[in-house]
Structure formats: C-alpha cells, structure tokens
C-alpha cells in the first residue's frame, strides 16, 4: 500500500513517481502522482492500455510530451489537461531531449498504487543491475504477464495484445515465475 511521500522508482524504464495522494488519503476516490519522465521514455514499446474502470487525467506540469488517445497521438506542452475515459485505450511517451513533469489522477484509485508497486519488483528483478539497464526479454515478458494478469480489474494491456498476455502469464504459472 503506497503511501504519501513514497517514491516509485522506474528509473530503468525512464520514470520516476512520487505518491502526492495516495488511496487511503482520498478512501480510495483517486491516487494523484506526481511524474518525472526522463527523455526518450517510452519511445520503443510503449504499453498500449486501457482501464476498465478508472478514468486517468493528465496535467502536463514542465516539458513536452505525447499521449495516444483515441488512435492519434496528441502533443502536449506546459498547461495541457488531458482526460481518458473509463476503456479509452491509450499510453504516453517523451519524445523530447529534456525531462518532463506531469500530474496524474486515477479515479477511482482501485489498486493502482498497488500495481505500481509491483512494476518497481519486477524491474528490480528483470533490470541488469550491473549496468542499470533494462532490456525486454523474454524472461521480463513473463514476469510483465503475471502482473499484467494479477491487475486486469485495473489495466489491460493492448499492445501487446491482451491475449498475448494471457498466454504468456498461464505459462509463466507454469514455470512457477513470480515477481
């Protein structure tokens, strides 16, 4: 359980979170986040997704940035909202050479905060420690595949594809892979 103040470190995958609300702040109303992306983010594999039951709000705080909505990608700068609603598909990238600062609300909170948590386990697991890297392999597919189906009520993968992610999280029980 995320707590205010508590960072959630994604450094390997260009991302940094700080808990501004966490779910016990707000009953579980909403987890507000404040964003650091560092440059590059998410220009490679972005996780296409969407949240079954959330809507997720965006305020891009410092820098530029792209969000995918709708099937388009959009251009937001210093001062831009963005609003997705409940199944929307979407995701995010910083495309630009400086870091980008952003506030994000999901409403409800859900175990958002949860899942957070748990990206941070696995990219301790998956991330070469030595060089501080992460790579997508298909050791770190697994792990993603498990925690992608342990938080379905509240993010579902679209690209890759849902199922995709199915299946590699039943063979990931399997081979007894948790995070």
């Not at 579980?28 to 997720?56: F, R």
């Not at 910083?94 to 999901?106: I, K, Q, W, Y």
């Not at 070469?128 to 509240?154: A, C, I, W």
Request: hydrophobic share 40%; aromatic share 8%; charged share 25%.
């Amino acid at each position: 359980m995320a707590t205010k103040g508590q960072i959630l470190d994604m450094t390997p995958v260009g991302m940094k979170f700080t808990v501004l609300q966490a779910s016990a702040d707000t009953q579980g109303q909403s987890l507000v986040l404040h964003w650091e992306l560092l440059p590059g983010c998410n220009m490679k594999d972005p996780l296409v997704h969407m949240h079954p039951d959330a809507i997720e709000t965006y305020e891009v705080l410092e820098g530029e940035m792209e969000f995918y909505i709708h099937n388009q990608w959009v251009a937001a700068k210093k001062g831009d909202h963005l609003s997705v609603p409940k199944g929307v598909t979407h995701c995010f990238r910083n495309p630009s050479p400086t870091p980008v600062r952003v506030l994000n609300t999901h409403q409800p909170a859900l175990k958002m905060e949860d899942y957070f948590e748990d990206v941070c386990k696995v990219l301790d697991k998956v991330t070469d420690q030595r060089r501080k890297r992460f790579r997508m392999s298909p050791r770190t597919m697994l792990y993603m595949s498990v925690l992608m189906n342990t938080y379905r009520g509240e993010i579902i993968a679209r690209n890759p594809p849902d199922g995709a992610i199915k299946v590699l999280g039943w063979v990931a029980k399997v081979l007894g892979i948790k995070y």
